[in-house]
């Protein structure tokens, strides 16, 4: 793997609390009303310790989601953006497709685990959804399905534990 359990300790001792996040709801349907997915994505950061300094709703378009992802990778404020929805196999789907262009890192072992855990919660549909996260000019960008369910199982068991390492990593020479 790569990293002893002392240098994986360590790295957690010196990783930040708090983080700066953006969260991006991707939605040809919902509203920052009726967007319960990305109140539950806000809920747990900020339960957390986390800070969300920005909360969008876009259109499931691929130039909406680049252009605020592209923001976002300006803005020195923001360590993280979390975005959800766009991530399943319809014609609409397109956030993947952005991610793929933009990540100059792929962290490939965030979709692995987050479908094995979905596997072992509802089988085989677990495998249709191409959440993906990864690294695009210093930003930690993560893409969950827009069910608040995979959300929640996406943000407590994998995102949550190791937000500020990752980012903590992502800062390192």
């Known amino acids: 793997m790569g990293m002893t359990a002392v240098s994986y300790q360590e790295h957690r001792e010196k990783a930040p609390k708090s983080v700066n996040c953006m969260v991006v709801t991707c939605s040809d349907s919902r509203t920052k009303e009726t967007d319960k997915t990305g109140k539950l994505v806000i809920e747990l950061l900020k339960k957390n310790s986390h800070q969300v300094l920005a909360y969008h709703v876009v259109k499931d378009e691929a ?35 952005v991610l793929e ?33 990864g690294v695009y000019q210093g930003k930690a960008i993560f893409s969950l399905p827009g069910s608040e369910d995979a959300a929640r199982l996406a943000m407590e068991r994998l995102i949550l534990p190791e937000l500020g390492h990752i980012i903590f990593l992502i800062g390192q020479d």
């Open 63 to 97: 130039k909406e989601i680049q252009k605020v992802i592209e923001s976002a990778a300006k803005d020195r404020r923001f360590q993280a953006v979390i975005l959800n929805g766009g991530t399943g196999l319809t014609k609409r789907d397109t956030t993947v497709e």
């Open 101 to 133: 262009k933009l990540l100059e890192k792929k962290l490939d072992g965030f979709g692995e685990i987050f479908r094995a855990l979905g596997f072992q919660e509802i089988g085989s549909p677990a495998m249709l959804s191409r959440a993906t996260a």
